[in-house]
């Protein structure tokens, strides 16, 4: 039976490939949720996809992650520096949590080195471009044995 995971992403995300390809890379949101869906595929994951520009969507997506997904792999975009309230929709998700920045937000404005998210997460990715969606399922796929 494939293990169902959760990949979300945040605000503006859907404007993958459309702009500031310096910064993001020019694949699109669908390009990546293809060859992640593809990998995950060889490692026994079953993904479901979401994105939404509203911060109260992705808690409640959080939350329906509690019965439906045994692990969550997040970009939460902007809200990674500001949400308390996606930092408290994963605490009270059971599962292995990994982070996702597509930037080395380190190497960015100092506004972007600190993530809620990160108090939560199993592990955090940045600036590995949208390769680091691959390497959180392929993490996740570890830990979830
Ligand atoms: O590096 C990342 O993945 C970020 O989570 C992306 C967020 C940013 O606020 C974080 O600090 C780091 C921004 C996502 C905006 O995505 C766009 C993609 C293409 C064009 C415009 C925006």
Not at 28 to 43: G, H, I, K
Not at 94 to 109: A, C, F, L, T, Y
Not at 127 to 133: A, F, I, S, V
């Amino acid at each position: 039976m494939p293990r169902t995971i959760f990949i979300l992403n945040g605000p503006n995300l859907n404007l993958l490939g459309q702009r500031q390809p310096e910064i993001y890379g020019r694949e699109t949101l669908a390009d990546v949720e293809a060859a992640t869906a593809a990998l995950c595929a060889t490692l026994g994951l079953a993904p479901r996809f979401f994105q939404s520009n509203h911060e109260g969507v992705l808690v409640d997506t959080i939350q329906e992650a509690r019965q439906a997904a045994e692990g969550i792999v997040i970009n939460p975009g902007a809200l990674s520096h500001t949400s308390v309230a996606l930092l408290d929709a994963l605490n009270a998700f059971d599962g292995p949590v990994i982070e996702v920045h597509i930037s080395n937000i380190h190497k960015r404005e100092s506004f972007r080195h600190h993530s809620y998210v990160s108090l939560r997460a199993e592990g955090v990715i940045a600036g590995l471009g949208t390769e680091g969606y691959l390497a959180a399922v392929r993490r996740l796929a570890t830990l979830l044995g």
